[in-house]
């Protein structure tokens, strides 16, 4: 079990949370053997870190959203993967989350 395992990333719309959240996600993998980043965000259409799928599951950190797979379907909907990675005691997990008070 990881201390301090939920690392939650907020702030102001257009801040660069998601960006970080990425960042920040591969930089836990070079120390940690389970990372998640769980895509919170259920409102914005135009900068998701689900988007950045693909490059995070070649790097070994899973991937949790929406699964609606489709990128221009915008449901503002949450999965229970989601709370998986909450609950999930052997693995780091990024919440981004989303910088307006609806996709929040």
């Known amino acids: 079990m990881y201390d301090?395992?939920?690392?939650?990333?907020?702030g102001h719309y257009g801040s660069?949370?998601?960006?970080?959240?990425?960042?920040?996600a591969i930089k836990l993998k070079e120390k940690f053997d389970k990372v998640i980043?769980?895509?919170m965000d259920i409102v914005n259409p135009y900068f998701?870190?689900?988007?950045?799928g693909k490059m995070l599951e070649k790097l070994g950190i899973r991937v949790v959203g929406s699964n609606i797979k489709n990128s221009s379907v915008d449901l503002p909907a949450l999965t229970p993967e989601i709370s998986g990675a909450?609950?999930?005691?052997?693995?780091?997990t990024v919440l981004?989350?989303?910088?307006?008070p609806v996709g929040a």
């Open 48 to 52: 998701r870190s689900r988007e950045k």
């Open 86 to 92: 909450i609950l999930n005691e052997n693995a780091v």
């Open 96 to 100: 981004d989350v989303g910088g307006d």
């Open 4 to 10: 301090r395992r939920l690392k939650i990333i907020t």
């Open 16 to 24: 660069g949370k998601t960006e970080f959240s990425v960042n920040y």
């Open 37 to 39: 980043i769980a895509d």
